[in-house]
Structure formats: structure tokens, C-alpha cells
């Protein structure tokens, strides 16, 4: 049948239309979610370099002016460290908290409402100095740690439920985006030329205000997670409404069918608590998966190469002044492969890139224990472990940095997937917190051979995701708990099957 080629220009023209309104959408989710989400976690890590010594002397100052005398170095010490580990620990606080705050009032607002720790924070930073008090500061740290741990868990979660399955791992994978840019944007900020100096540090801890409002701002104007609504809410209509902001005017009826295929798999069981994942026979394969790979992305290393990388810098012979903007470097190589990564982890899988990234950081970090074995005695050895180091940095970025964090989204249905997100957010800042305290003393126990643990670490968590995780690329929820099913049960008949819809509180606590 003969069709007018004006006609057909105008139907590709309205194609394209729908595809450009589907990706605006989505990818004004995605910034709003991050830039208050995993970039707040990201720059709140990274600004605290910066003002080291000015905070101690503030400490140090504040006590003279209330006592008369000068604080001890070690109570100095104390002091800083209190301000650095108060922000794990409240990140830990957030992540037991954002299971139950996504199911009571969802992804979107749980995210919103999030930002209340972040004004709070900012206006103590701000103020401290005025008031003569470095128990703002630490309650500052608490307070964005708390964020920090309610963001972490719930932006992967909403991104995931709310993204097409042929882009869900690329759409998730922008929470390491995000976490990469915050270190990255933490680190130029920091510079003493910026607010970095002596009398800018106020403003420079209070800055995680700035992407605070940016979400308040943009993030109330876009769709909650049609999972969300449809699972958990029963509401069609909204269900509806959210996945046609989000897809464009396309037919979204597939979408739709797919959606009450798993509300249907999900009738008659309740919100699962994090204890009780530990128990549920269904689950172990997920649970185990979590437990391993999410402890293996934190002891894996990455966090201590930039411990060490300022004194390799100066080896290698770059000016004092001048290793502020090589540590910049490392963070945009964690920056750069997290974007080559959400290119690529549709069509290469989440398997491939987990066990590239550790087999890499296993052969960089042999290289690098050598290399600081030999420094003191061959001269070119330093910048060997220069090089060393922005190697394992983007080894880290193409797999482990954003793979581990959508296990939880991918690997848990709907009942489950708050609780999964709690242990993950727990496991991830208690194994966060117990590296910075005992990193100093493995140290100076293992001297050059400090990367010998974290080197099997790397190993462990290769052979464990090519033997036992299963691959989740291009497959609908769906299908991967009946995946899961079978490897769970390899004897027994598959899991969830299509029932009749029923309107239920699925993940009601």
C-alpha cells in the first residue's frame, strides 16, 4: 500500500518527538535523584580533606577560650577523628532508616524529606565558628552522614523500579556517576584557591546545602516509581500516569502487564524484614550474593589507595603545591569509567564488568605492593606506583564502583527489596567505618605489604561472581526471581507464576 512520504516524515518526526520526551524525562530523574542523592555522599566524603588543619586548630583555639589552656595533641587527634568516623556512623543510622521510610512514603518523598538532615547539617557547619563550638561540627557530620545513608539506598532503589529494563543497570549505574562527581566536586572546591583556606572552611562543609535545594527544587516536578505506586499503593491510575511521563506518549500497556504479573507473584506476602532474609531458604542465593560482594567492594582497597596516594605523589617528585591537583586526577578516573561503565553494562553484562574490574585490581595492586617494596632502592620505582594508582582507581570504576550497588535492586522482588537495601546500607558503612579505624594499624603492621588482604579480597570476589552470581542483563524482575527460584531450589518446580491481580499493600511493615 502506497504511503505519502510526507506522511511518513511526519510519523518518524513524532517517533522521534516521543523518544526525546522519554529521555528527558528519565534523564531529569536521574540528576535530580543524584544530585541529591549519591552526590551529597560523594562530596561530603571528599570536602573533609581539605580544611584538616584548620578544623584542628579550631579545636584546638575553642578549648583555649574556654579553659585557658591548649588541648592535648592526642585529645586534638581524638577530637578529629570523632568528626571523621561520626559520619560512617550516621550513615549506618541512615541506611536502617531507609527501608522503612521508602515504604511509608515512597522513593520520591523519601528522598525529599531526606534533605531535612542536610539543612540541619549545613546550618550547624555554618555557625559553628561564630558560636565557638566543634560539637556542631560533629553533630554536622552525624547529621550528613544520616543523609547519606538514607540516599544511598533509596535513590539506586527509585532509579531502578522507575527505569525500562533495557536501561535499567545504565540508569542505576549513575548513582556511582553521581557519587564519583560529588569526590570530584569535593576535591575542586577544596582547593585553598576556593574554600579550602583558613577562614573558608565554614562555607565549605556548608556547601552540601547548595545540591540540597537543587533537589528540593526539581525533584517534587517528576514521577514517583510506577512499581511503587502499582505494588505497594495499588493505584493503577498513577501507576498509569507515572510510566507515560516516563516512556513519552508510547503504548505502555506491555510495561503495564509486566508490572501486574509481579504485583500478582507478590500477593499474600508481606514486607520481609532484614532479619528474616537471613532465614528464607528462596533468598540465599540473593542474600549471599549481597553479603559477598558488597563486603568485597569495601575491603577491596580502592578507599586506601587514596590514603596513600599524596605521599606517592611526592615521591614521584611533584611540588607540594602542585599534589592538591594530582589527587584531583584520581577522582575523575573513578569519574571517567563510571560513565564508560553506564555505556557499556547493557551490552557487555553485570558479570563481565564485576569480574574484569577485580582481576584488573588483582594484577594493579600486585604491581603496586612491588613497587613499594623496591621504591626506596630503584629510582623510577615511585612513579611506577603513580601509575599504579590511577590504574586500580579505574579498574574499581569499571565494575565493582556501580555494579554492587544495584545487586539489591536486581536481585530482590518487591517484598524484599527495602529490607535487601538496609543490610546492603549497613553492611556498606559498618565495613566503612571499620577500614578507617583499623587501616592506621594494618599499616604499620604490614608496612609495603599492606595490599596483600585486600589483594585476596579481589580474588575472592572475582571467583564468587563467576561461579555464583547469576547475570540479570536484559531480564525483567520477573524473570530473575524465577531464575533465582531455580538455583535456589534446583529440584523443585519454579517460583512466582501469573495470577489474577489484587489490589494489595505488598510491602506493607
Same mark, same amino acid.
Given at each position: 500500500m502506497y504511503r505519502n512520504p510526507s506522511c511518513l516524515f511526519v510519523e518518524f518526526g513524532a517517533g522521534l518527538r516521543r523518544a526525546c520526551i522519554q529521555g528527558k524525562v528519565l534523564l531529569l530523574t536521574i540528576c535530580a535523584a543524584g544530585i541529591g542523592g549519591t552526590f551529597q555522599f560523594g562530596y561530603n566524603l571528599s570536602i573533609i580533606n581539605a580544611p584538616t588543619l584548620h578544623i584542628q586548630d579550631f579545636t584546638n583555639e575553642t578549648w583555649w577560650a574556654r579553659t585557658g589552656q591548649p588541648l592535648p595533641d592526642h585529645l586534638v587527634l581524638l577530637v578529629w577523628s570523632l568528626i571523621v568516623s561520626l559520619y560512617p556512623l550516621g550513615g549506618l543510622f541512615g541506611a536502617l532508616l531507609a527501608g522503612p521510610l521508602a515504604i511509608k512514603l515512597g522513593r520520591k518523598k523519601s528522598l525529599l524529606v531526606n534533605n531535612v538532615f542536610v539543612v540541619a547539617a549545613a546550618i550547624l557547619f555554618g555557625f559553628s565558628r561564630r558560636a565557638g563550638s566543634f560539637e556542631m561540627i560533629m553533630l554536622g *557530620?552525624?547529621? #550528613?552522614?544520616?543523609?547519606?545513608?538514607?540516599?544511598?539506598?533509596?535513590?539506586?532503589m527509585y532509579l531502578g523500579e522507575s527505569a525500562p529494563k533495557e536501561l535499567r543497570g545504565a540508569v542505576a549505574m549513575t548513582s556511582a556517576i553521581f557519587t564519583a562527581l560529588g569526590v570530584v566536586m569535593g576535591q575542586v572546591v577544596g582547593l585553598r584557591e576556593l574554600l579550602g583556606g583558613p577562614q573558608a572552611w565554614p562555607l565549605l562543609l556548608a556547601s552540601c546545602l547548595v545540591p540540597g535545594l537543587l533537589q528540593l527544587a526539581s525533584l517534587p516536578l517528576l514521577p514517583e516509581s510506577p512499581r511503587y505506586l502499582l505494588i505497594d499503593c495499588g493505584d493503577t491510575e498513577a501507576c498509569l500516569a507515572a510510566l507515560q511521563r516516563l516512556r513519552g506518549p508510547a503504548d505502555v500497556a506491555g510495561e503495564l502487564a509486566e508490572l501486574e504479573q509481579e504485583r500478582a507473584a507478590c500477593r499474600d506476602r508481606r514486607a520481609r524484614r532484614p532479619w528474616e532474609l537471613f532465614r528464607?531458604?528462596?533468598? *540465599?542465593?540473593? #542474600?549471599?550474593?549481597l553479603v559477598v560482594l558488597g563486603s568485597a567492594m569495601e575491603l577491596c582497597g580502592n578507599d586506601t589507595v587514596y590514603a596513600y596516594a599524596s605521599g606517592v605523589f611526592r615521591e614521584a617528585g611533584i611540588p607540594e603545591e602542585k599534589v592538591q591537583y594530582a589527587i584531583i586526577g584520581t577522582g575523575s578516573c573513578e569519574l571517567l569509567t563510571a560513565f564508560v561503565s553506564c555505556v557499556v553494562i547493557e551490552r557487555l553484562g553485570r558479570r563481565v564488568l564485576l569480574m574484569g574490574g577485580?582481576?584488573?585490581?588483582?594484577?594493579?595492586?600486585?604491581?603496586?605492593?612491588?613497587?613499594l617494596y623496591l621504591q626506596s632502592s630503584i629510582p623510577?620505582?615511585?612513579?611506577?606506583?603513580?601509575?599504579?594508582?590511577?590504574?586500580f582507581i579505574l579498574s574499581f570504576g569499571i565494575g565493582p564502583a556501580g555494579v554492587t550497588g544495584i545487586l539489591a535492586t536486581e536481585l530482590f522482588d518487591q517484598t524484599a527489596r527495602p529490607a535487601a537495601y538496609m543490610v546492603s546500607g549497613a553492611l556498606m558503612w559498618t565495613m566503612l567505618f571499620l577500614v578507617g579505624l583499623g587501616f592506621p594499624f594494618i599499616m604499620e603492621g604490614l608496612s609495603h605489604f599492606i595490599y596483600v588482604p585486600f589483594l585476596g579480597v579481589c580474588v575472592c570476589g572475582a571467583i564468587y561472581t563467576g561461579f555464583f552470581l547469576p547475570e540479570t542483563k536484559g531480564k525483567t524482575f520477573l524473570e530473575i526471581s524465577e531464575e533465582l527460584h531455580r538455583l535456589n531450589f534446583p529440584r523443585k518446580s519454579p517460583g512466582p507464576t501469573w495470577r489474577d491481580p489484587e489490589v494489595i499493600l505488598s510491602t506493607e511493615l
Open positions: *557530620r552525624l547529621l #550528613v552522614g544520616v543523609s547519606a545513608g538514607v540516599s544511598m539506598n533509596v535513590q539506586p528464607e531458604r528462596a533468598l *540465599r542465593r540473593q #542474600v549471599a550474593s577485580y582481576c584488573l585490581m588483582t594484577c594493579w595492586g600486585s604491581v603496586f605492593t612491588v613497587a623510577w620505582m615511585p612513579y611506577l606506583a603513580m601509575s599504579c594508582i590511577f590504574a
